[in-house]
């Protein structure tokens, strides 16, 4: 059973600080299970008062004369404790605090919560809170909330659980659904999260059989590795889940900052642990409820990405295609043998994809039905629209049509048909119960697909959380790597392509590797405490005979005497001077919450003016090495641009994979490493310059950057 | 008086092909007109039967006794020119056709419907149509249309119009508007557009005192000047325009033009013209429709960009603010006395921009409309947003609320509020009647007022449809513009920076030319037969002295006849070789519907990779030149990059504008003109290689393509 069980499903409640007055925060918890019919014992609790809104009061949860399972706390907080401490004596398994006044805000509340965290942690009891706007088990009518949004809108039972931090994105989330007429499964607010976190409440979700999607909500994420673990576990599950993460522009995140007292990630790294781990992010709350309920009408992922559109208006057709193009869905033409059944069918249709029907449909028995049958028996496509107008609004018009629709899908059981147009909600009703969705505006429609087929795709490509690809990998010794020279020795032993190179400590030791590489050759000056070597004049390219890369030796070290006295110069590196190829950025970012991140963009301005990068976790499969390339536009420079000759894409991805895995395997000493350039050319590549930063607080120095 | 009066206001309506069944297609504009009770009169023609729907019918129109002043044709396609002409002798001033059948079929359709185009244009008749779903003047009730939307959703008056070419897409848009609650003043569907097209109904609707915003789609555009002028008039009087163009992505383009029997434009020119004709093209019908809502509730553009938000829930003032900042919106921080104010209401408030009221407002009086206030006052922010979650779904405990928030808006007539929560109708009816805007969701909220927001940018740098800055242009002669000497002299002549290069027909000339300009100088193949220099390795750079230069002459003649023994050389170009600067590439392209357009982009990879271009109508004054420029990433490269020194964008801006000049008086002559490179440097530009291409037809030879 899962640890969160007794949170969701108590077998007894006790209500600590209940009120009388149905209308109060203490009250309205109680009302809602009152009225909603919640079938265990709840044991209100409160100081005045023997009698709480027709049930029996205690004075403590001690008091109480049964086990209780489960104690919801919602006295001011001075009285918190006490309570937790009371709870936990009884024996409760579960505790809920909504009681606001923690850690949100200031440091009192912190040590008072952490003091409450630590008794709950050591009694093996659950926390949910504090600041916690309560959870819903929808089912069992375990309503155990104060939001006001339960007073008009009463919970509708369905498939579809909502796990937020934020109470008020709950609210508003529970408030549209609601309009719209989707019921839930569970619903709960996490608040400060003391305890028990969104990633722990999904990961829960996943296994609840009444929840099919999840709807989620972060503005903060304090352990990346459970959130990963969970978002993956529902993918496996095929239980989609659509993660809002608010904070999406810098300056934004400084807001929620201030809001939830914790620091917000960095935006594009949840995008990408998000689609690693086959999770969607939604924009807005309007667009994860689309995609929701068009999953939850029919629990299934299209089975790819191909659309067909049926439709009665060339123009709105090609509306559905514009939107189906942006969002990487393909349309493909309609074979042959399914053009000449559709033209048999309705000779002056435009039969192609879309499929316009013309006004001709009107006039032939059974027109769309028969239209959407031939699409869909003539092609393998996951998805098929029909653009319908207002027919809906004419229920007895359209019974004819609807029946032979729902024939079709019934045909069809491995298809997602989806239906465009006004209608009431009684048609609606009646076409979702034979999984067919029904949507108004074409284009959120499409969108709500298209994130389907797109979480079909993440699906097969999931981040692996264990096996072959997550072994541990070899440990370098990181001594020495506060120069480039150094840098680029542990990347060498990572594995990755380093030019032979060497740090040569007189004129005529640089003469000798010079002569030994062949010419020509660059000159770089080696120092721990020289940060940017062109400000010294610590470069010097295309050195072409002995005599000048003697000459350049001297020069090297005498500039940096003169321009740094204090700095400790180890030599002269000498490489062999590259030409051609394209030249590409690799890195390594410590992300605080989920760890290392690989980046992989151009070189030249792209990264800076299109931020043409992409990050990815480590460690890198060559597959997901592969991903990643794809995903920056700059790649396609590598594959014979302007008829220069391709570059050697392997070298890279194996590059990729080396740095991912030299980069997880020292994940807790390493802060970034800055590959820029490496070189790639047809026959390999090469690190041309290295930076590697350590942790501060790691075994070595703190901080060495370098550039050429 | 506009010529289309009598279109959407006839003093009496003829109805050919009129039926006795009220719901065939013949029937139902007279049902649709009775029900609502149009009070002009209305004369059923038919041949057969002399009562239809209740009033008496008539055998054709010329038989009716009474005048009429305009003709409504439905009837099959064989009958319609012979009601036309009927009609014509008659009198009417107006013919709709609903009649399908005609140009979007056949060459003989087409060849029917220019004939009777022809018949109404010498007999001054405006013709809408054929294949027109009808028009409806709401006030009026005249409900001239067979569309079934019309069965169940009864039109609304409102002072929102709708123009647009496809029948469906007006009806899908009709119903999408109607479920809403919104209302119409007038709608109309074009059709084929014989004769009045969706540009004219534009500037028609301009002029109607019931219209205060358009709606507006397009599949294609014959007439480019029209539909600009009309925008512009639209923009100049303050009644916003929302214009769709489906057809998006290429692929696309050719669904539409299956579709419409008409070429559809290239899509970024029709993005660029809306914008400089201060237009707002919506991507989504429900995009559309949350724009005209929130412009029809309150017929104002917001004074400026700046937006403030006041929220309950930090969460969703975040979200909100993420999708303001990906639209352009500003959220400025709350000024010091603001801060103050917001402090002393709600000592718990994250008083910042957004303005988090915490829980605490609901124990403070008149906490929300205060804030909301606090903001008002304090700053002069175009518009104020209010989250409010899901108070209006209890009108009575909103009531007082309701009527402070109308208290502060009424305070503050110049700004725009705007309330995001879940409600009933009533509560939006009633917040709408004093001007205050209410949305469901927070993004959708956002996403329409930067809409309005953008607007009103665009308002005030409309392009000019005359004036001086459309001042005639002189012409150039372009003799010999098709080789690179001849395409930079037309290009020095309009004004242009060249380089002083010369063409020389000998070795000597080619030294003695070096000599005078400078070394290092450049060579170059001159011929009108070689497209491509460097396939004939046309180009040889660098060159330090005379020696270099005739041995360059005499290689590149003997290249060019070995590789192009039938070319005509006319000499070899020297020209000073230069260095540094950054490479732009200007343009020009002719597009079929709209004109000249200039195209201004980076050089290098960019514009392949990344779409890093912009275009913009010809002629540009300098402000709209500067304009252009922002619109393109890589103008960061000219502004000192990396330490870079700052080019001369005051020359690249002349460029621009001469380049257009150019452009707008040769726009009948030219094709195309690119300029690839134009380097720009910190003291001046130079255009170092050019190719204008004349149209097909145009009195010189019909192309010239020249490159490096």
């Known amino acids: 059973m899962h640890s969160l069980h007794p949170l969701f499903h108590p077998s007894s409640v006790a209500l600590v600080g209940a009120s009388s007055d149905p209308e109060r925060i203490g009250g309205r918890p109680l009302r809602f299970m009152l009225e909603g019919g919640f079938e265990a014992p709840i044991y209100p609790v409160n100081k005045s008062g023997d009698t709480i809104q027709g049930l029996r009061s205690f004075r403590s ?133 003391a305890d028990v976190d969104v990633a722990e409440c999904i990961d829960y979700l996943v296994d609840d059989p009444e929840t099919r999607i999840i709807c989620a909500a972060l503005e903060s994420c304090r352990d990346g590795v459970r959130l990963r673990r969970a978002l993956c576990k529902a993918a496996q599950a095929g239980k989609p889940v659509l993660i809002m993460k608010v904070g999406r522009t810098e300056a934004v995140a400084a807001a929620a900052s201030t809001h939830t007292g914790s620091l917000a990630g960095n935006d594009v790294v949840y995008d990408t642990v998000f689609a690693e781990c086959g999770a969607w992010r939604p924009q807005s709350i309007e667009e994860m409820l689309d995609i929701a309920y068009a999953f939850s009408v029919r629990p299934a992922l299209p089975a790819n990405a191909d659309i067909g559109i049926v439709t009665g208006s060339g123009g709105i ?155 541990p990998r070899p440990r370098i010794g990181l001594t020495g790597i506060d120069t480039e020279d150094g840098a680029k020795r542990a990347l060498a032993a990572a594995g990755l392509p380093v030019l032979p190179e060497r740090l040569c400590t007189s004129a005529g030791d640089s003469a000798e590797a010079a002569r030994a590489m062949g010419f020509p050759v660059v000159a770089k000056i080696v120092s721990p405490d020289i940060t940017h070597k062109t400000e010294v004049g610590g470069v010097m390219l295309n050195l072409h005979d002995v005599e000048a890369v003697s000459a350049a030796h001297e020069e090297l070290m005498a500039r940096a005497r003169r321009l740094r006295p204090q700095a400790r110069l180890e030599g002269v590196l000498i490489a062999p001077m590259l030409r051609g190829g394209v030249e590409v950025i690799l890195g390594v ?26 990050f990815a976790s480590a460690p890198l499969s060559p597959a997901r090495a592969r991903q990643l390339l794809e995903r920056v536009r700059s790649t396609r420079l590598l594959r014979g641009w302007r008829g220069a000759p391709a570059c050697d894409e392997a070298a890279l991805v194996s590059a990729l994979c080396r740095l991912s895995e030299f980069a997880a395997a020292h994940a807790d000493e390493i802060e970034s490493v800055d590959i820029n350039p490496l070189v790639v050319r047809p026959d390999g590549a090469a690190c041309l310059d290295a930076v590697i930063t350590l942790r501060a607080g790691a075994a070595e120095p703190k901080q060495a950057a370098h550039a050429h």
């Not at 200031?106 to 919560?113: F, K, N, T, V």
Request: proline share 7%.
């Open 61 to 193: 949860v001690s008091e109480i004369p049964h086990p209780v399972d489960q104690a919801v706390i919602c006295v001011p907080v001075p009285g918190v404790e006490a309570a937790v401490r009371d709870s936990i004596a009884k024996g409760v398994r579960a505790i809920q605090i909504m009681t606001a006044g923690f850690a949100e805000i200031d440091a009192e509340g912190r040590a008072l919560q952490a003091r409450i965290a630590a008794l709950c942690r050591e009694a093996g009891v659950r926390l949910l809170g504090p600041n916690s706007l309560g959870l819903l088990n929808v089912p069992t009518r375990f309503f155990s909330t104060f939001s006001t949004a339960l007073n008009g809108l009463k919970p509708r039972p369905g498939s579809i659980a909502l796990a937020t931090q934020s109470g008020a994105f709950g609210s508003a989330t529970y408030g549209m659904a609601s309009l719209r007429g989707l019921g839930f499964s569970k619903i709960v607010a996490t608040g400060n999260e």
């Open 317 to 471: 057709g090609v509306l559905m295609a514009d939107e189906a193009g942006e969002r990487g869905m393909a349309l493909p033409p309609l074979p042959p043998a399914g053009r000449e059944a559709a033209l048999a069918l309705l000779p002056f249709a435009v039969a192609s994809n879309p499929l316009d029907m013309t006004a001709q449909v009107t006039s032939v028995p059974q027109g769309v039905s028969r239209s959407v049958a031939t699409m869909l028996d003539h092609t393998s496509w996951g998805t098929v629209f029909a653009y319908l107008a207002h027919v809906g609004l004419s229920p007895a018009r359209f019974a004819g049509t609807q029946s032979e629709l729902i024939a079709v899908a019934r045909n069809h059981p491995d298809r997602r048909l989806v239906l465009v147009m006004l209608s009431t909600p009684e048609v609606n009703r009646a076409l979702e119960a034979e999984g067919i969705v029904a949507f108004e505006d074409p284009c959120r429609a499409v969108r709500a697909m298209a994130a389907l087929a797109t979480l079909a795709k993440r699906r097969e490509s999931l981040m692996p959380q264990s096996g072959p690809e997550v072994l």
């Open 589 to 614: 970012h410590r992300d605080p919450t989920f760890g290392p991140m690989v980046m992989y963009g151009s070189g030249g301005t792209a990264v800076e003016l299109f931020q043409d990068v992409a």
